[in-house]
């Protein structure tokens, strides 16, 4: 199995990075004046298109060391030392960047730039795979920029972002731009029962509910919590026929993030504080004394956690709000009578009871309502009045 096997349904896409790959490697193995390398790449598409996996298979290919080449074997065999140790993430000369916070800081930034300058310990490249590059703030970007724009000779920039506007102008004008699209409901569900081993039918479902996302559909495939949490979400059309059930209805949606925010907590909080109170010399126990001095770190622990409980909850409400909409698509694919099939199959008779109930701009109307509260989380506005907003106007129509 090649590494671009993990790439599902991007045939253009791979076509192109194999392609680079193999000037890449005639670079590196006998300097061909031929061969050329682009230092700065930007993988666009939208959320399921794969852009960080394609990122990560073409890392590998960068570091593929394997004797086939020698015979016209294209990089990236997947079994070699240097496919093998890029993909599970241990490589010594690559480096996948990605936060669980809102945003990526400049001194973060300027640790990654300084990383760059490098050269290889393998004697291949040095790869920086920046898989949040939407998350950079103005002054991370304007870091970036440096290392972008005069990079050292074996230096690679992978940087990935849901579309182009999504990174600074002045960056995306250094980069070779390669965009990736949502794969097909049909290449999903192929994947999932042959890799993974989910039954045909199961597959073929979650691959159409989250219309084409691969890693959504695997963990809906696999985890049975996730599929009644999108239950759970997909029946609110049905609960919002008064205003205390629009109330409800939005209670329960964040409690129901604020639950997964809270289950990430326990699982890396603890352990994250316990190893920085060793780490600065406190004594074992939670109510041992802190060294002198150490009050400013701890707290800085304990803010960067906040953080990320807040991104967690953010992202649990996202999903809702995607599933949400598709509910609403589907209203609509019934209105306007396409005879294309609906992607929520399992809410198909309330799909079609709103559907009978309404026209089709009452359920653009909803959709927007939709969008608009991704919009307000997105603003910071209190998470509880953002749902119950888009509640009220889902009632509304």
């Not at 794969?50 to 890392?59: L, N, W």
């Not at 629009?246 to 409690?255: F, P, S």
């Not at 002198?292 to 967690?312: C, E, F, P, Y």
Request: glycine share 8%; hydrophobic share 45%.
């Amino acid at each position: 199995m090649t590494v671009w096997d993990d790439v599902v349904g991007q045939p253009h896409v791979v076509a192109e990075l194999s392609a680079a790959a193999a000037d890449a490697d005639a670079l590196v193995t006998s300097g061909a004046a031929g061969a050329r390398m682009t230092h700065a790449w930007l993988f666009t598409g939208p959320p399921g298109s794969g852009r960080a996996t394609a990122a990560r298979a073409f890392a590998a290919a960068l570091q593929c060391v394997s004797p086939d080449r020698a015979l016209g074997a294209a990089p990236g065999c997947g079994f070699c030392d240097g496919c093998h140790t890029t993909m599970v993430g241990t490589h010594a000369d690559v480096e996948f960047v990605r936060t669980d916070l809102l945003s990526i800081g400049v001194k973060d930034t300027r640790d990654l730039v300084r990383r760059a300058t490098l050269s290889p310990a393998g004697g291949r490249w040095q790869v920086i795979v920046l898989e949040d590059a939407d998350r950079l703030t103005e002054g991370a970007a304007n870091v970036l920029l440096k290392g972008v724009e005069e990079p050292a000779p074996r230096t690679v920039w992978l940087l990935c972002a849901p579309s182009v506007e999504d990174a600074l102008p002045t960056i995306r004008s250094r980069c070779r731009l390669l965009s990736l699209r949502t794969p097909s409901v049909e290449a999903v569900a192929d994947v999932l029962t042959r890799r993974d081993g989910i039954e045909p039918r199961l597959a073929a479902e979650v691959a159409r509910a989250t219309q084409g996302h691969i890693d959504r559909a695997r963990r809906l495939a696999t985890d049975e919590s996730a599929r009644e949490r999108r239950a759970t979400v997909l029946r609110v059309p049905l609960r919002v026929a008064d205003i205390g059930g629009c109330l409800r209805a939005a209670q329960e949606l964040v409690d129901a993030a604020s639950e997964d925010a809270k289950a990430v907590a326990e699982g890396v909080d603890a352990k994250e504080t316990e190893e920085m109170r060793a780490a600065l010399g406190a004594a074992a126990g939670a109510g041992s004394r802190m060294p002198r001095g150490t009050a400013g770190v701890m707290k800085d622990l304990a803010d960067r956690q906040k953080r990320r409980s807040t991104r967690t909850q953010r992202d649990s409400l996202d999903l809702a709000l995607t599933d949400l909409a598709s509910f609403y698509r589907d209203v609509l694919t019934v209105q306007f009578g396409t005879g294309e099939r609906i992607a929520n199959t399992e809410v198909g008779d309330g799909i079609r009871k709103i559907a009978a109930a309404s026209r089709p701009e009452h359920s653009l109307r909803r959709i927007e309502a939709v969008l608009a509260c991704r919009d307000a989380l997105d603003c910071n506005v209190a998470p509880l009045l953002a749902v119950e907003a888009m509640t009220l106007a889902l009632r509304a129509g």
